[in-house]
């Protein structure tokens, strides 16, 4: 990729930002672990071509031109926040992901979707959300090499580097739980 390339790609990531909340690569691949899909399935269920959904993800297209398409990323967010938060099992999952394919209509993404069903964030939800910020930043290497630079002097904040930066999950869902009193 040239430096062309790249700064319009980095343009459209910051264009998804303003519009979205976030790149919607960040997103999608968050619905993807939350609802255990792959890019084709969850493309079939947005009503995108893969190769649309491959664009969108990689920043080489900017805007979900279908308001349709959005609300359905809208539906998936409160259905994956669902799923986070126990509310909703698997098959009814899959059983709501071919009602919301078969949706239309339009809104703009609203953030509000990110939370559970009481209104509070999931921990999974929160730990995914600073996950998807420090790798919005950062590769992994280049959180691991920070962290290596940081721990003489600054431990707890290298360990956090390494588990939300380029650990997985779980591990990071651990390490909030035990750090929240």
Excluded: C
């Amino acid at each position: 990729m040239d430096a062309a390339q790249q700064e319009a790609t980095a343009r459209a990531r910051e264009l998804q930002r303003s519009w979205y909340g976030e790149p919607l690569g960040a997103l999608f691949r968050r619905l993807i672990d939350d609802l255990g899909l792959n890019q084709a399935r969850l493309a079939s269920v947005l009503g995108l071509s893969a190769p649309m959904l491959s664009q969108l993800m990689s920043g080489q297209r900017a805007k979900i031109g279908n308001p349709a398409v959005v609300q359905r990323v809208q539906a998936l967010q409160e259905l994956a926040g669902q799923v986070a938060d126990g509310s909703v099992s698997a098959a009814e999952a899959a059983d709501r992901m071919e009602e919301v394919k078969k949706s239309s209509g339009g809104s703009v993404l609203n953030s509000t979707q990110t939370t559970a069903s009481s209104g509070a964030p999931t921990v999974r939800r929160v730990v995914r959300e600073i996950q998807s910020l420090l790798r919005s930043v950062a590769g992994a290497g280049d959180i691991i090499d920070a962290a290596n630079l940081l721990t003489p002097t600054h431990p707890e904040l290298a360990e956090f580097l390494r588990v939300y930066g380029a650990g997985r999950t779980a591990e990071a869902v651990a390490h909030y739980e035990a750090h929240q009193s």
